[in-house]
């Protein structure tokens, strides 16, 4: 990987002592433009960071991975194709706050993480990773998550709530029905609004949850706001009274 321009390798520990000479001036000194930049985190092969700067090339993407092996794949698509607004960084997402500066991401994808399901401390949307991301994402900017895990998702929803993060339900359509896309938007401070729903008129699709304005699951619809997400994945938002 070293014959790469467009990957980076720094152990942490050297990170942590001198710093990463890029964080706070990837576009000054890397992209050399002054174009969003986006992440995909848990990047795997790096296809779909490599897809989304084939088809946005006036946006700047960074796919980031600790396995180098699989990396490979998407550094080779970028070098053959001459795409100069890709670049991959490889480390445990875990140390991401030490890559970046406040506010210099726009955008995070988290694009099918593993679910991790008796290990949630580790899941890139659990509220340690949350509080990363809000050290160098831009107020208002957008976490993505897109899942096809149920459990991924609500507790997503539950999590952003409770960290007054705003989340809209997207229902990605076409051949991608059955994934969950839900889009948190990061704010600088905590806010009184936590969550944004998607109001839906939907009659055959059924209620798989139900969630009070702070995020938080309930067994049934209580007095005032409920968020009530849908099996298409959607969700609506029903005042009782």
């Not at 890139?124 to 976490?143: A, H, I, M, S, W």
């Not at 699709?205 to 959607?234: C, E, F, H, T």
Request: include cysteine; proline fraction near 4%.
């Amino acid at each position: 990987m070293e014959t790469f321009d467009n990957v980076f390798q720094y152990p942490f520990a050297v990170v942590e002592r001198e710093g990463f000479p890029l964080k706070g001036n990837w576009k000054r000194d890397f992209f050399k433009n002054d174009n969003p930049i986006v992440l995909e985190l848990g990047c795997g092969k790096g296809e779909y960071t490599v897809g989304l700067a084939r088809a946005h090339k006036d946006i700047n993407y960074i796919g980031v991975d600790i396995k180098g092996s699989r990396m490979w794949v998407g550094l080779c698509q970028a070098r053959n194709e001459g795409l100069d607004n890709v670049a991959f960084l490889r480390t445990h997402i875990e140390l991401i706050d030490g890559f970046f500066a406040e506010n210099e991401v726009d955008e995070i994808w988290v694009t099918f993480p593993d679910p991790q399901p008796s290990k949630a401390r580790k899941r890139l949307t659990g509220p340690n990773f949350l509080e990363r991301y809000r050290t160098f994402v831009k107020q208002d900017g957008v976490v993505n998550l897109k899942t096809d895990s149920d459990l991924m998702y609500e507790f997503t929803v539950e999590t952003a709530g409770k960290h007054f993060i705003r989340f809209t339900t997207i229902n990605p359509g076409g051949n991608f029905d059955e994934h969950l896309l839900l889009q948190c938007k990061i704010n600088s401070a905590p806010q009184a609004d936590a969550i944004e729903s998607v109001i839906t008129n939907d009659t055959d699709a059924r209620i798989v949850g139900i969630y009070n304005m702070q995020g938080i699951k309930l067994d049934s619809m209580q007095p005032g706001i409920n968020i009530v997400k849908m099996s298409n994945g959607k969700a609506k938002k029903i005042m009782v009274k």
